[in-house]
């Protein structure tokens, strides 16, 4: 499965693997894609027929289209062609960046409708399990969403929010919802559920157990029940959260956080492997 640390967990981008040696004041890099090797641009095509199998009736719709639209299957898609057909569809780009970024400069990008996609491709024997996010993930994973409006505008929003997080002390507790929305979220479609988080779409063996094992708890979503769970790193997660529509993910996070922020800093998180009285638990389909 695909393991790795957020950005809210590395705050300093400095000491990663990847090279940021050239990196300019927001780490943006060159993508230099004509630098990538045959035998990568093989991996990414072994990568992405792999999870291009598992898509159908396990993604949202939106991925699914824009992956379409994408045509990234035939190797490491270079950054700034993408960025044009996204732009064009919502005003979003891609930059690159060497690795994980901190915290701030995440934010910012964010905010600016910049999304940061690292540059570099795990290693073969990496194939299923990563410890930071690589350009299969952050691409794959994460640059077919940008092409829904609602999705675009949350991310955005998103951004401006942890940047108001930094000066809240509430960073852990936006940190979990990233986690279990833009990560690890699903989605309940009219024909059924559906994952979107980036985390799951870009994992060989998590696409299908987050939909079918009867494991895992499915709660519907709730800003402060999320906010307050607690997450695991290093194992498929024990509970996700679902939502109705891109529409509700983005209602539910406008309002200002301050308030939450305040009152769960005087509570205990909760554990990742909690039911909750009274709480619905999605069956497995
Ligand atoms: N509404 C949040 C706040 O006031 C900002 C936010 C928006 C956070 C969207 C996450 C997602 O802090
Ligand atoms: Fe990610």
């Not at 045509?71 to 057909?85: K, L, R, V």
């Not at 997080?165 to 979220?185: H, I, N, Q």
Request: glycine residues 8%.
């Amino acid at each position: 499965d695909d393991f790795f640390a957020t950005v809210a967990e590395k705050s300093e981008g400095a000491g990663l693997r990847g090279d940021y040696s050239k990196i300019d004041a927001q780490y943006v890099v060159a993508q230099d894609w004509d630098a990538y090797t045959p035998e990568q641009h093989a991996l990414w095509r072994r990568l992405y027929q792999r999870q291009a199998k598992l898509i159908p009736g396990r993604a949202c719709d939106v991925f699914i289209e824009s992956l379409e639209r994408l045509n990234i299957g035939d190797g490491i898609p270079n950054f700034e062609q993408s960025s044009e057909a996204l732009f064009k569809a919502t005003g979003w780009r891609l930059v690159a960046v060497p690795g994980l970024i901190p915290d701030y400069t995440f934010f910012e990008h964010l905010a600016n409708r910049r999304f940061p996609v690292t540059v570099w491709l795990r290693e073969p024997e990496e194939f299923d399990y990563i410890v930071e996010p690589d350009v299969f993930h952050d691409f794959f994973g994460h640059v077919p969403l940008l092409f829904n409006p609602i999705f675009a505008d949350h991310m955005q929003e998103y951004g401006k929010g942890g940047l108001k997080a930094m000066k809240l002390d509430g960073l852990s507790m936006l940190a979990r919802l990233y986690w279990y929305t833009v990560e690890f979220g699903l989605i309940q479609q009219p024909d059924g559920l559906r994952v979107y988080g980036a985390g799951i779409l870009s994992s060989g063996g998590e696409i299908e157990y987050c939909l079918s094992s009867p494991e895992p708890r499915r709660i519907p979503f709730e800003v402060e029940r999320v906010m307050r769970t607690l997450y695991k790193i290093d194992s498929y997660q024990e509970t996700y959260f679902v939502i109705d529509s891109f529409q509700q993910l983005f209602n539910d996070t406008a309002p200002d956080f301050t308030p939450i922020y305040q009152k769960l800093k005087t509570l205990d998180p909760l554990p990742a492997n909690l039911l909750l009285p009274g709480e619905v638990n999605l069956q497995a389909k």
